[in-house]
């Protein structure tokens, strides 16, 4: 157990819906990150906040949009879902992330399967 | 931009073979770091090591080691005397010091153990 949670581990909806997927973080951690698995692109990085503030983009489509919360947990937002978007998503987390500072550890969640039927 | 290659799309063993699985990387970075990442059928994404750039050195950790060499560009990993539960894919990621501890991940190698 790495001390990540996600909800919902899946979600089935149809294209067009919007979901929202939930992280909580390791305690101590400010750095929240999301990466989505698909088949054909493999592990990719979308976005990471730090403490609050979004530090870095990915390759997140501009229908995908995350927030992290005063009480660091994050929230990913997918809207006019299309069948494409069915993946894996994980959220990690590490205790820092801020550029400049070594990079840490970055430990992942049981992660949210999204089917779009 | 940083790139992680693992070639070997799946490997399968028998029981108590060695294995090794490769990873090579390219990045502009002269501090990088370097991290191997188990899944495991049930799908969670393990974190088995972490290495910076400036650590050559070998790791040991019971049956698993690591070989890091910066002149190839390389970062291999090999299970010793293989079980069934390190049945897997292994995912071998680049994170560099100018890009907020983001990860690169290499597509992942699938480890097949046969009883």
């Known amino acids: 157990d790495s001390g990540v949670t996600q909800t919902p581990k899946h979600l089935i909806t149809a294209t067009g819906q919007r979901v929202t997927l939930r992280c909580s973080p390791r305690s101590g951690d400010l750095s929240v990150y999301w990466y989505q698995q698909s088949l054909d692109q493999g592990l990719q990085f979308l976005i990471q906040?730090?403490?609050?503030?979004?530090?870095a983009k990915g390759n997140i489509l501009e229908r995908f949009s995350a927030q992290q919360f005063p009480d660091l947990h994050s929230e990913l937002n997918l809207s006019s879902l299309e069948l494409g978007d069915s993946a894996l998503y994980f959220c990690?987390?590490?205790?820092?992330?801020?550029?400049?500072?070594?990079?840490?550890?970055?430990?992942f969640g049981p992660g949210t399967r999204l089917t779009v039927l | 931009a940083q790139k992680v290659t693992q070639a070997q799309t799946e490997i399968s063993v028998v029981e108590k073979e060695d294995v090794t699985l490769d990873c090579v990387y390219e990045t502009r970075d002269t501090t990088y770091y370097l991290f191997w990442y188990k899944q495991p059928p049930s799908g969670e994404l393990v974190f088995l090591i972490r290495r910076n750039s400036f650590d050559e050195q070998n790791e040991i950790s019971g049956r698993y080691s690591w070989n890091f060499q910066k002149s190839t560009s390389s970062f291999n990993f090999t299970i010793t005397a293989s079980q069934v539960v390190d049945s897997a894919v292994y995912f071998c990621?680049?994170?560099?010091?100018?890009?907020?501890?983001?990860?690169?991940f290499g597509k992942g190698t699938m480890l097949l153990v046969s009883p």
């Open positions: 906040y730090y403490n609050g503030e979004e530090r």
């Open positions: 990621a680049l994170s560099e010091d100018s890009g907020y501890s983001t990860l690169t």
């Open positions: 990690a987390s590490s205790v820092g992330g801020a550029s400049g500072v070594q990079a840490d550890t970055q430990y």
